[in-house]
């Protein structure tokens, strides 16, 4: 009998410790590759974090920032971008593989200022 409750406490501790190792992987806390930004300069952020907010403009006079015309997404995440300060407001999705462009015809005044990942 005491044998019996062994084996099958031994089971049970195996299962649960099983589960603990699948679900303790939990999410990663970075995009698996890079971002490509691209006119006004280029800029390149590999790995960025997952959920955050990145600044990208330039600031060029007093009321005024420019950012990026376009954007290659070469991570494994969705990112979206702003042309609003803070990632607020509406945004545009990039998914993984696909590239964005801000305004062919209103940039620089339109452009890629802020990207969010995730």
Do not use: Q
């Given at each position: 009998?005491?044998?019996?409750?062994?084996?099958?406490r031994?089971?049970?501790?195996?299962?649960?410790?099983?589960?603990?190792?699948i679900?303790?992987?939990g999410?990663?806390?970075?995009?698996?590759?890079?971002?490509?930004?691209?006119?006004?300069?280029e800029?390149?952020?590999?790995?960025?974090?997952?959920?955050a907010?990145?600044?990208?403009?330039?600031?060029?006079?007093?009321?005024?920032?420019?950012?990026?015309?376009?954007?290659?997404?070469?991570?494994?995440?969705?990112?979206?971008?702003?042309?609003?300060?803070?990632?607020?407001?509406?945004?545009?999705?990039?998914e993984?593989?696909?590239?964005s462009?801000?305004s062919?015809?209103?940039?620089?005044?339109?452009s890629?200022?802020?990207?969010?990942?995730?």
């Amino acid at each position: 009998m005491k044998m019996r409750r062994n084996a099958s406490r031994t089971l049970a501790m195996g299962a649960m410790a099983a589960s603990l190792l699948i679900l303790g992987t939990g999410p990663a806390n970075a995009a698996t590759g890079t971002l490509e930004f691209s006119g006004n300069g280029e800029r390149t952020l590999t790995n960025p974090t997952d959920g955050a907010c990145y600044k990208l403009a330039k600031k060029t006079g007093p009321w005024e920032s420019l950012g990026y015309k376009t954007i290659t997404n070469h991570t494994n995440k969705k990112v979206t971008w702003y042309t609003a300060d803070n990632c607020k407001g509406d945004g545009s999705a990039v998914e993984p593989g696909k590239t964005s462009e801000a305004s062919p015809t209103w940039w620089p005044l339109v452009s890629i200022r802020y990207v969010k990942i995730g």
